[in-house]
């Protein structure tokens, strides 16, 4: 298989077939994001991907997932894509989804009808990085799209039976602005519905503009309270049945999981259990960073 050396999935993908599709990231200038900074966005050559689709199909039995590689592989144009998944379903008629990550702007560019033909082959369970509800948190994180344009392309995914799931991060304003923003995600989440929302707290690593703001002084980090009363705040407006929420990214203060709504009440009772049980001391504490590539199991 042919893998550029910086290759990201999403934990839930930990058993799916890795096939690189594209390089680096279409966007690659979100404010906290270092992943592939140092990649030149391209897409594979289509020859490259069927031989990679045949070398997996000759070592592998079984293959229920496939998800396709980098940062934004939805980018692809849709002809491209529906031939890519086409080979997928040629190679491995046993496969259930092909998914990828995707954003608000990959969306943008297909026609309804395009984005039809990607669901009738199987495309599905997208890894969003939606991040927020709040307009002046999204332009600052240079998402290139506002919450607005986030919920009009969520609702033509929906509509055409394409599943996503939305990543969500807390804090993304910074010390002071934190409870301002729970509502806005919140009521963005309730209108889309998707079928997870994967959480965590804004961490910015050297190489990213978020991380030059962090180092001069423009941009404080909220403290471990703040975050916990973000997620709290979002947690009790969130209204989303069926939703499964994903809290284990090792950004969070606190590790919680489980399926909304039946779970919610004991996922906020968690957290809250867990506020009280800290000093103040570490209450007014940024988080320890260091191992945000990691996830609890
Ligand atoms: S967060 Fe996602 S869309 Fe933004 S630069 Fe990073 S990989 Fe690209």
């Known amino acids: 298989m042919h893998y550029q050396p910086v290759v990201y999935r999403p934990p839930f993908e930990a058993n799916s077939l890795l096939l690189q599709v594209t390089r680096g990231c279409s966007h690659n200038s979100c404010r906290f994001c270092t992943m592939y900074r140092d990649v030149d966005f391209a897409a594979e050559d289509i020859s490259q991907i069927a031989g990679d689709i045949a070398e997996a199909r000759a070592a592998l039995p079984y293959v229920r997932r496939v998800f396709l590689e980098n940062g934004d592989a939805f980018c692809l144009p849709g002809e491209d894509l529906e031939k890519i998944a086409s080979m997928i379903n040629e190679a491995f008629p046993e496969v259930q989804v092909i ?25 599905g369970d997208l890894n969003i990085g939606v991040e927020s509800g709040s307009d002046e948190a999204l332009q600052f994180l240079n998402k290139g799209y506002d919450s607005g344009e986030a919920l009009r392309q969520l609702l033509r995914l929906k509509s055409a039976g394409i599943s996503y799931g939305l990543n969500v991060i807390f804090g993304c304003l910074g010390h002071g602005r934190s409870a301002e923003l729970a509502k806005d995600t919140a009521e963005l989440i309730n209108k889309t519905n998707p079928f997870l929302i994967f959480t965590g707290t804004i961490h910015a690593d050297p190489g990213c503009e978020l991380y030059e703001d962090m180092t001069a002084g423009r941009f404080e980090e909220c403290t471990v309270g703040e975050y916990l009363d973000e997620e709290i ?35 906020l009772g968690e957290l809250k259990a867990g506020k ?22």
């Open 233 to 267: 705040e979002f947690l009790e407006n969130l209204d989303s049945p069926g939703t499964f929420y994903f809290g284990l990214h090792p950004a969070n203060v606190i590790p919680v999981q489980g399926m909304l709504p039946e779970d919610q009440e004991r996922i």
């Open 276 to 297: 009280s049980q800290k000093s103040l001391a570490e209450l007014n504490a940024h988080p320890v960073r260091g191992s945000e590539g990691a996830i609890y199991r």
């Open 99 to 123: 998914s990828m990550y995707a954003s608000i702007r990959n969306i943008a560019d297909k026609t309804d009808e395009e984005l039809r033909r990607l669901h009738d082959l199987k495309v």
